[in-house]
């Protein structure tokens, strides 16, 4: 825990993307202080997600080989099932910690934290849609500072060249997601800005929504084309945070839509860019003037980050 709440949040995070877990492939990640191997059984059956380091006497995995639907351990070839049970071992088999692990619109995320309390990643009802891979960026500043940065209602006009229309909206939804509701115009003449502001005659209406601190998503109406983008915030063991995420955009997953979602990946980008230098040697904390609604909201999020349970 930091003064802004867990720094590895329970919840689900993205480690890459469903179609690089070959039948018989293993990929390794690491997220905060967790090692984990994914591996997908010889069938192309679910993928498993295990801790990294061989329960046995502590060899990595990732050099492992998929044998069936278990892997098989390089030091002392010990075979782990993908319930993280080794064979052999008489009535006490070893255990290898196992995690959560979800196909979700193309991505693999796992849960880190009580799985009796994984959120359901199905409530963000954008399942079912035309999606592409928005790519990963890394940042050396933790999570919180990037999403209360995606949730500062006041750094759109700064930064962003958007005019708010309306006043936005702020909505805690239980413990484990927080909403934050707006409507703006593109004021500035970039590219980008341009194709907006001629598509959104009414403004754009955005949505950013957070599960359990560390995964957002913001979605964008724009005339009647709805695009999103899903973040998943993965803090890193030097403090830093790498960004992973999905784009998409709402309709059936045909080929016009996913050439529209590849027009809002670089429309999502050309936006997101715009906070890379603002970022870059920030040394964030929560308002110490409160003027206005945008610093009301940001001590709420503030207030909403210290209330998550750690992983
Ligand atoms: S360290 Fe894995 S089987 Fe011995
Ligand atoms: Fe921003």
Redesign the pocket.
Known sequence: MNDLGPVLPANWYLLGLARDLAAGAIISGTIGDRDLVLYRGRQGGAPVALAAH?A????HLGGGVVQGEALR?P????LIGPDGRFAGGKDRPLQQPSYPLREFMGGLFVYLGDPATAPDLDQFGIAGNAVCYAGEHDFPIPWQWLVANGLDIEHLAAVHDRQLLDPPSLEIQGSDQLTVRYRTRPQKAGISDLIMARLAKDGVHGTIRTLRGSMILVETRVGQRQTFILMSFCPQGSGGTRIRGLVGVRGPDTVLNRIYARIARTLFKSFLYKDLGVLERIAWHGPTQVDGLGDEFMQQICAFFRSLPHA
Do not use: E
Not at 75 to 78: Q, S, V
């Open positions: 061989c046995h006497m502590g060899c351990c030091l002392h070839y010990r």
